[in-house]
T-cell receptor
């Protein structure tokens, strides 16, 4: 079993839909990251959180430390949100352990 | 520069040759990370630098892989006697704060390595 599991692996949505991507992890962590990888390969850090909830524009990330679970929500989705969304966790060491990603396709 | 830069952007080499990949982190960032992403797979951690020391090399897949960093600036990842399974995108990231701090990692565009 991977230390970081994401679901779904693939997601297709219509423009305007509310999207949720889930991440579960099995180890103790100091922080959880959500990353976005564009079709061209570039990676952008969206959020880093260790508790509670963060919001940036149409993106919301939540984490429940007790349940070892985080969600990334996208409100009013748009085709430009199409990308791979990656959950990564950091334990006591400095390295990140990554989930396999969720491929999101938003259509008109 | 404004962001993390990597060079070359693409590298094609023959099996058995050595390659050097370069990463220029954001100025002032003390932490530097190397990751690998094979085709269709997730990101894998390779090595982490704090300044010019590497407290975590646990992700290096074999002794053919090595990395060094000059001060708090450029880092090079060297792969000796390349194999076809080394083909991947090699990503570098840097962050401002030392280990244990809550820091955002800024990623470079990657170097796509193809071993024929």
């Amino acid at each position: 079993k991977n230390e970081v599991e994401q679901s779904p692996q693939n997601l297709t949505a219509q423009e305007g839909e509310f999207i949720t991507i889930n991440c579960s992890y099995s180890v103790g962590i100091s922080a959880l990251h959500w990353l976005q990888q564009h079709p061209g390969g570039g990676i952008v850090s969206l959020f880093m959180l260790s508790s509670g909830k963060k919001k940036h524009g149409r993106l919301i990330a939540t984490i429940n430390i007790q349940e070892k679970h985080s969600s990334l929500h996208i409100t009013a989705s748009h085709p430009r949100d199409s990308a791979v969304y990656i959950c990564a966790v950091r334990g006591t060491a400095s390295k990140l352990t990554f989930g396999t990603g969720t491929r999101l396709q938003v259509t008109l | 520069g404004a962001g993390v830069s990597q060079s070359p952007s693409n590298k094609v080499t023959e099996k058995g040759k050595d390659v050097e990949l370069r990463c220029d982190p954001i100025s002032g960032h003390t932490a530097l990370y190397w990751y690998r992403q094979r085709l269709g797979q997730g990101l894998e951690f390779l090595i982490y630098f704090q300044g010019n020391s590497a407290p975590d090399k646990s992700g290096l897949p074999s002794d053919r892989f090595s990395a060094e960093r000059t001060g708090e600036s450029v880092s090079t990842l060297t792969i000796q006697r390349t194999q076809q399974e080394d083909s991947a995108v090699y990503l570098c990231a840097s962050s401002l704060m030392p280990a244990g701090g809550q820091d955002t990692q800024y990623f470079g565009p990657g170097t796509r390595l193809t071993v024929l």
